[in-house]
C-alpha cells in the first residue's frame, strides 16, 4: 500500500467513526425521555411532554446542522494525520456531551441553562473550525482552496451555529430575532452566490 | 474528485448514516426493557413480560419495513443535496422517537396510547414520501423513473406502512382487520406486477 | 446501475447495518452493570460484581460466535432479497435481547433464568440456520456451494452455539460437560478437515 | 472470489466493526452523566459536576487514544483469520467496559478506584498487544515488518497507554509526574525518528 493509499484510508476510517458518534448521539438524545406516569388524552400527553419534545428537536438539528458542517469540510480534505485524529475527537467529545445538554434544557427551563447549552453548541462549533484552520493553513491536508474562501469557511462554521442557537432562544422572546436571522441567512446566500462566481472567474 | 464524484460520495455517506442511525434505534428498542423483580418458572416470566416483549415485536417490524423502503428509495437516488440532507434527519429524528413510542405502549396498554403510536408510525412513511417526491419531482436526483411509477412509490410509502400498523391494531379486537390486510397485499403483489409490465413494454 | 450491481449493494448494505446493530448489543450488554454503592478494596468490589461481569462475559462470547457465524454466512452470499431481509431482521431482533436476556442472568443466578438465556442463545442459531437455509437451497443467492456441504453449515450453526452454550453452564455443576465439549471441537475440527478434502478432490 | 479478496473483505469487515464498537463505547461514557437535582449558576453547575466531567474527559482521551492504536495496528495488516477475530473480540470485550469503570471512578475519587481503572487501562493496551504479536509473529498477517520495529510495536502498546494513565494520575499529586510524561513522549519521538531512519537506509 503506497503512502497516499495509506492516507486517504485513514482519512475514510475517521469519517466512518466520525458518523457514527454522530449517528449515536442524535439516538441517545430520546433515550432519556420518558412518558409521564399518568396522561388523559393525547393533548394532555403532549402538555406534559412538550418541553422534552421541543428540546429534543433543537438538539436534533443542532447535531445535524454540525453532521452537514462536519461532512461538508471532510469532503474538502485529501488525507488524515495524527493531529486531526486528535482534534476531531474533541469535536466528537462536545457532541457526545449534547445528550447531557439537552436533559439540562428541559430540567430547568428557567434561563440559566440556556447558556451553558448555547455555550456547548458554539464550541462545537469553534472545535470544527479550529479543525478546519489545521487542516488548511497548516497541515496540507486539503483539496486546493484559495486561502479567502478557507478563511470565509473557518469563521463561518465558528460563528454562524452558535449564533443561530442563541438567536433561535433570542427570538422565542423577543420576535426581532426572527429577522436578524433572516437576515444573515439571506445575506450569507449572496455571499456564497458571489464567492461561486469570483473562484469561476479566476478559473475561467 | 470531479462534482459528480462528490455529489456520489454524499449520497454513500447520508446512506451509512441513516443505516447506523436505524441500527441504533432498533436496538434501543429493547434496552428500557428489564426482567420482573419477582417471578417463578418461564410461565410466570412470560405472562409478566408480554406486553412488554409484544410492543418490542411490533416495533421492531415497524422499523425494519422503514429501513427496507428506506433502502428501496435510496437505490433509487444518483445523488444527495442540502436539502435531502435536511428532510432525511426528519425522517431519522421520528425513527429515533420509536423507542419512546414503544415505552408508551406497554405502559398504558389502554386504547389511549394506540392513536398516538400509530400517528407516529404513519409520520414515518409520510416524511420519507415527502423526501422521495422531493427527490423525484423537484431535486432530480433519481435515477430516470417514469412520472407515474414515481407517484405510486411516493402514494404507497406515505400511506402502506401507518395504514398496515393500524390495521394490525384493528385486527386484535375486529377479525375482519385481517381480511382488509390481507386483501390490500394481494391487490398490490398485482398492482407491482402491472406496473413492471408496463415498463418491460415500453422499453421494449 | 445493472441489476447484478443492485443485489450486490443489497447485500452490502445489509451487512453493514447487521454489523452495526451486533456492535451496539455487545456494547449495550455492559450498561446496565453498575458499581455497589459500597466497596472495600479490590477483593470486595470483584466479589460483588464477579456474577454481572462473569454474565457480561458469557453473553459477550456469544455475541462474538454469532457475529462470526454471520460473518461467515454472508461471505457466501452473493445477493439479496426481500425474504433475506426479514430473516435477518429475525436474526437481529434476537441478538438485540441479549443484553435483556443478561440481565436476567445476573438478577436470579438460580436454575430458572438458565433455561430462559440457553433458549434464546439456541434461537440465534436457528434463526441464522433458517436464513441460510433460504438462501442455499430456496432463494438461490450463494456462491455456488455443494449440497452437503450447505446441509452440514445449516446444522453446524443451528445446532452447535445453543449446545455449546447449554454445556457451558451445565460443565459448571458437573466437570464431565468440559470433556464433552473437548470431544465435540475435536470431532468437528476433523469433519471440517475431511470436507476440505472432498471439496478439493472434486475441483481437482 | 479469491481466497485473497476474501482475506481482505474479513479485515475489512472487522475494522467497521470494531470502529462501531469503539464509538458506541465513546459515546456511552457520557450517558451515564446526568445533570444535578438544583443548582443555581453556571460556576455551581460546573462544582457539581467537575468530576464526573473530568472522568469523561479522561475516558474519552483512553478511548480516542485506543482507537488510533487499533487503526495503526490494523493499517499494518494484510488479513484476518478466526484467531485474529478472538482476539479483537477481547479488546473489545475490555474497552465496552470502561463506561463502566469511568461511573466508577467518579463514585467513589477516593484512591480505591483508580488501581482498578488503571488496570483495566493498562488491560487493554496489553490485548492489543496481544492481538498484534499474534498478527505479526504467528499468524503471519501482516505487511512485511522488519522483527525489531514489529517488537518496538508490541512492546509500545502493550505499556505506554496504561503507564501514561497512571502517571497522569500521579501527577495530579505529585507534579514531577508531569516531568516523567513529558521525558518519555520526548524519548519516543526520537526513537520513532530513529527506526524510520534505519528503514529509509535498509530500503535505499
Same mark, same amino acid.
Given at each position: 500500500m503506497s503512502e497516499q493509499d495509506?492516507?486517504?484510508?485513514?482519512?475514510? #476510517?475517521?469519517?466512518l467513526f466520525s458518523d457514527a458518534v454522530f449517528a449515536i448521539a442524535i439516538t441517545l438524545l430520546a433515550i432519556e425521555i420518558h412518558p409521564p406516569h399518568h396522561w388523559d388524552g393525547i @393533548?394532555?400527553? !403532549? /402538555?406534559?411532554?412538550?418541553?422534552?419534545?421541543?428540546?429534543?428537536a433543537i438538539s436534533f438539528a443542532v447535531v445535524g446542522i454540525y453532521? &452537514? @458542517?462536519? #461532512? =461538508? &469540510? !471532510?469532503?474538502r480534505l485529501r488525507a488524515a494525520n495524527g493531529v486531526l485524529d486528535v482534534l476531531n475527537f474533541i469535536v466528537l467529545g462536545l457532541v457526545a456531551l449534547l445528550p447531557l *445538554?439537552?436533559? +439540562?434544557?428541559?430540567?430547568?427551563?428557567? *434561563?440559566?441553562a440556556l447558556p451553558v447549552y448555547v455555550g +456547548?453548541?458554539? +464550541?462545537? *462549533?469553534?472545535?470544527?473550525a479550529v479543525l478546519w484552520s489545521y487542516a488548511a493553513f497548516i497541515g496540507d491536508l486539503t483539496h486546493?482552496?484559495? #486561502?479567502?474562501? %478557507?478563511?470565509? $469557511? %473557518?469563521?463561518?462554521? %465558528?460563528?454562524?451555529?452558535?449564533m443561530m442557537c442563541a438567536l433561535s432562544f433570542i427570538s422565542l422572546v423577543y420576535p426581532w430575532g426572527w429577522a436578524v436571522m433572516?437576515? $444573515?441567512? /439571506?445575506?450569507?446566500?449572496?455571499?456564497?452566490? =458571489? $464567492? %461561486? #462566481?469570483?473562484?469561476? $472567474?479566476?478559473?475561467?
Open positions: 495509506s492516507a486517504a484510508g485513514h482519512l475514510h #476510517r475517521l469519517v @393533548s394532555d400527553l !403532549f /402538555a406534559k411532554m412538550g418541553v422534552k419534545l421541543g428540546a429534543y453532521w &452537514i @458542517s462536519h #461532512r =461538508r &469540510i !471532510f469532503q *445538554g439537552t436533559e +439540562l434544557l428541559w430540567e430547568q427551563h428557567a *434561563g440559566q +456547548l453548541v458554539a +464550541l462545537i *462549533g469553534v472545535a470544527i486546493p482552496t484559495p #486561502r479567502p474562501e %478557507a478563511i470565509y $469557511i %473557518a469563521l463561518r462554521v %465558528a460563528l454562524l451555529p452558535g433572516a437576515g $444573515i441567512i /439571506a445575506g450569507l446566500h449572496l455571499l456564497n452566490k =458571489r $464567492i %461561486a #462566481r469570483t473562484a469561476q $472567474i479566476k478559473t475561467a
